[in-house]
């Protein structure tokens, strides 16, 4: 069983920065693409960020040069460092992991979510 377990959300200003981390726990034989997504009320989860395996990473044209995406393979935790926000950005955030089970079978999971509010 593997867990991600999200924190750093919370409540900022326009214009301020929060960072978001995601460890995942539990017995796996490796980790892959790790990625954030965001949930805005009356709105689809959406892709905000992810990093493979080998450190490519990609962004929603919404947060390019704003957000940051990074892991450290050492802890098996993904970060983002989100600049500049915007009301915009106010949504439920959730981390998003592809794992290989000892089974060599691959599963994704999904953390539990975090708010990230943006006040104007």
């Known amino acids: 069983q593997v867990q991600l377990v999200e924190s750093g959300g919370g409540l900022v200003q326009a214009g301020g920065s929060l960072r978001l981390s995601c460890e995942a726990s539990?017995?796996?034989?490796?980790?892959?693409?790790m990625g954030w997504y965001r949930q805005a009320p009356g709105k689809q989860r959406e892709l905000v960020a992810a990093?493979?395996?080998?450190?490519?990473?990609n962004y929603a044209d919404s947060v390019k040069g704003r957000f940051t995406i990074s892991k450290d393979n050492t802890k098996n935790t993904v970060y983002l460092q989100m600049n500049s926000l915007k009301p915009e950005d106010t949504a439920v955030y959730y981390c998003?992991?592809?794992?290989?089970?000892?089974?060599?079978?691959?599963?994704?999971?999904w953390g539990q979510g975090t708010q990230v509010t943006v006040s104007s």
């Open positions: 998003n992991a592809d794992v290989t089970g000892l089974s060599r079978r691959l599963y994704n999971y």
């Open positions: 539990g017995i796996f034989f490796g980790i892959g693409t």
């Open positions: 990093i493979t395996s080998g450190g490519s990473s």
